[in-house]
């Protein structure tokens, strides 16, 4: 399943590409064009989305299709900073425990593909992130339902209101 996502990590040496696969595919330095496409998706649900999880080191950001998430590796680009791993995908509504942890083995995969690793408690977290897209996707869902009954009752009562002052 990871196939379905975007993977991307900043070189640690601040000079050479970033790492990024789309699709289960390493993008070469030279495609600009895709790589630039899949920065930019990674980039819009960062800026227009919801913080939905932050914790030890594990962000998930959602807007209402694509979901980013962000996971700080072990190790720490040249001059010292922190250097996440990020993922992106899209999820419908029925978002089950299996995208969580397809992420997260994905996540774990692509580290080790790039010479990175991640602190074994952020494999449980990046998991364990996809409860809250859980909660957000059926909170919705609800609110849908909720909205489409009550315009269903309010053309019953006009019905009802019309039909009682006869012909």
Same mark, same amino acid.
């Given at each position: 399943m990871t196939e379905n996502f975007i993977f991307w990590a900043q070189a640690l040496d601040n000079a050479s590409p970033d790492h990024l696969e789309v699709r289960g595919r390493e993008l070469s330095a030279d495609d600009s064009a895709r790589r630039q496409e899949a920065v930019s998706l990674v980039s819009r649900v960062v800026k227009s989305g919801k913080l939905l999880f932050n914790a030890r080191g594990v962000q998930l950001t959602a807007d209402d299709q694509c979901f980013v998430v962000e996971v700080l590796s072990v190790q720490r680009d040249r001059v010292g900073r922190t250097?996440? /791993?990020?993922?992106?995908? @899209?999820?419908?509504?029925?978002?089950?425990? @299996?995208?969580?942890? #397809?992420? @997260?083995?994905? !996540?774990? *995969? &692509? $580290?080790? =593909? /790039?010479? =990175?690793?991640? +602190?074994? *408690? +952020? &494999? *449980? !977290? $990046? =998991? *364990? #992130? &996809? $409860?809250a897209l859980k909660k957000k996707s059926s909170t919705k869902m609800l609110v849908r339902q909720v909205a489409i009954g009550a315009v269903v009752l309010l053309l019953l009562a006009l019905t009802y209101w019309q039909a009682s002052w006869g012909p």
């Amino acid at each position: 399943m990871t196939e379905n996502f975007i993977f991307w990590a900043q070189a640690l040496d601040n000079a050479s590409p970033d790492h990024l696969e789309v699709r289960g595919r390493e993008l070469s330095a030279d495609d600009s064009a895709r790589r630039q496409e899949a920065v930019s998706l990674v980039s819009r649900v960062v800026k227009s989305g919801k913080l939905l999880f932050n914790a030890r080191g594990v962000q998930l950001t959602a807007d209402d299709q694509c979901f980013v998430v962000e996971v700080l590796s072990v190790q720490r680009d040249r001059v010292g900073r922190t250097a996440p /791993i990020v993922c992106y995908g @899209a999820y419908d509504r029925d978002v089950g425990d @299996a995208l969580g942890v #397809s992420v @997260a083995a994905g !996540l774990v *995969e &692509f $580290a080790g =593909r /790039i010479g =990175r690793t991640l +602190q074994p *408690e +952020q &494999f *449980e !977290l $990046a =998991r *364990e #992130s &996809f $409860a809250a897209l859980k909660k957000k996707s059926s909170t919705k869902m609800l609110v849908r339902q909720v909205a489409i009954g009550a315009v269903v009752l309010l053309l019953l009562a006009l019905t009802y209101w019309q039909a009682s002052w006869g012909p």
